[in-house]
Nanobody, 131 residues
């Protein structure tokens, strides 16, 4: 069973930066799509970004676009989410998820994989941005 572990969350001031890490101890993440999701209190979980397992293409989904970068370090078996210029509305629990691809081909078109469609999830790491 692939177990994902997130780290790097914490308390940061408005405008600050954090780098989250997602790793797995017994399985290689190299060929897997890894997505970062977040869930704020009282809100639905939303995808932040995804990195493809096929060619490391990256996709950015939310209002964090332009303020975050997803990357993969194959030697460390780790996927990172660098978040800059953080805002209080970025406060959430951040999760990484893994599956075979960032997108699914349905109805003749590609669409982002939904949260219910990811097979593996980590336990999450809390990010709190103070104003």
């Amino acid at each position: 069973q692939l177990q994902l572990v997130e780290s790097g969350g914490g308390l940061v001031q408005h405008g600050g930066s954090l780098r989250l890490s997602c790793t797995a101890s017994e399985f290689s993440l190299e060929k897997r799509a890894i997505a970062w999701w977040r869930q704020a209190p009282g809100k639905e979980r939303e995808e932040v970004s995804c990195i493809s397992g096929a060619d490391d293409s990256t996709y950015y989904r939310t209002s964090m676009k332009g303020r975050n970068t997803i990357s993969r370090d194959k030697a460390k078996n780790t996927v990172y989410l660098q978040m800059n210029n953080l805002k209080p509305e970025d406060t959430a629990v951040y999760y990484c998820a893994a599956d075979s691809s960032c997108h699914l081909y349905t109805g003749g078109t590609y669409r982002p994989r939904g949260d219910q469609e990811y097979t593996y999830w980590g336990q999450g790491t809390q990010v709190t941005v103070s104003s």
